[in-house]
């Protein structure tokens, strides 16, 4: 069965750059929810999108942005990096039909 | 709002013996409740989940869990673990409605022995 896709998996950025984090849900899936795990952390909520548009919003810092595509794939832009950015970024998709979500396996960002 | 208590940071455990990790949450409204694994450098797996209707369900790898309203609590049991087990757990609940996000625990690491 087809799963979440995230790409890249690892990134390693220096202070101040950018990073954009990519998520291609499941076919039909038509929410999608984007999650920080810091180090020895739990996840924490940042942004979902529903059809498309932004359904709720977390805890997510101003220099961070993101959007739902027309594909239903999804992008998260995180501006003027900092070293406690250093986390593993989680996409999971579900929606309207489904009481849970499915998780992608991640994309590990290292800030230098 | 919701919050999750998970109660225990690490437990550890000797190979085949049972084992439980406690999970106390709170909400103002009905909610789902979740309990994920992760291992080393993985992703969230779901192990189960309660939605509604009997209050012990069973999920994957031998592990269940018990929905307590009365307590607000939803501990992980498993009868008898393997050296495999040893990973991270959360729980996690959304309000009673799709498409909501997860509010996760603070994790249980399970480290299971020889």
């Known amino acids: 069965a087809a799963g979440v896709i995230q790409s890249p998996r690892h990134l390693i950025k220096e202070k101040r750059e950018t990073a954009t984090l990519k998520c291609y849900p499941i076919p039909r899936h038509d929410t999608v929810y984007w999650y920080q795990q810091g180090p020895g952390q739990d996840p924490q909520f940042l942004i979902s999108f529903y059809e498309k548009m932004q359904s709720d919003k977390g805890s997510i810092p101003d220099r961070f942005s993101a959007q739902q595509f027309s594909d239903y794939h999804s992008e998260l832009n995180m501006s003027s990096l900092e070293l406690g950015d250093s986390a593993l970024y989680f996409c999971?998709?579900?929606?309207?039909?489904?009481?849970?979500?499915?998780f992608g396996p991640g994309t590990r960002l290292t800030v230098l | 709002a919701q919050s999750v208590t998970q109660l225990d940071s690490q437990v550890p455990v000797f190979e085949e013996a049972p084992v439980e990790l406690r999970c106390n949450y709170s909400?103002?409204?009905?909610?789902?409740l979740f309990w994920y694994v992760q291992y080393p450098n993985q992703g969230l797996q779901l192990l189960l989940k309660?939605?509604?209707?009997?209050?012990l369900v069973k999920g994957i790898n031998g592990f269940e869990a018990e929905f307590n309203k009365s307590q607000t609590s939803f501990h992980l049991r498993k009868p008898s673990v393997h050296i495999s087990d040893t990973a991270e757990y959360f729980c996690a609940v959304s309000p009673r409605r799709n498409g909501n996000k997860l509010v996760f625990g603070a994790g249980t690491i399970l480290r299971v022995k020889s």
């Open positions: 909400s103002s409204v009905s909610v789902y």
């Open positions: 309660y939605l509604s209707g009997s209050t």
């Open positions: 999971a998709s579900g929606g309207s039909s489904y009481n849970e979500q499915f």
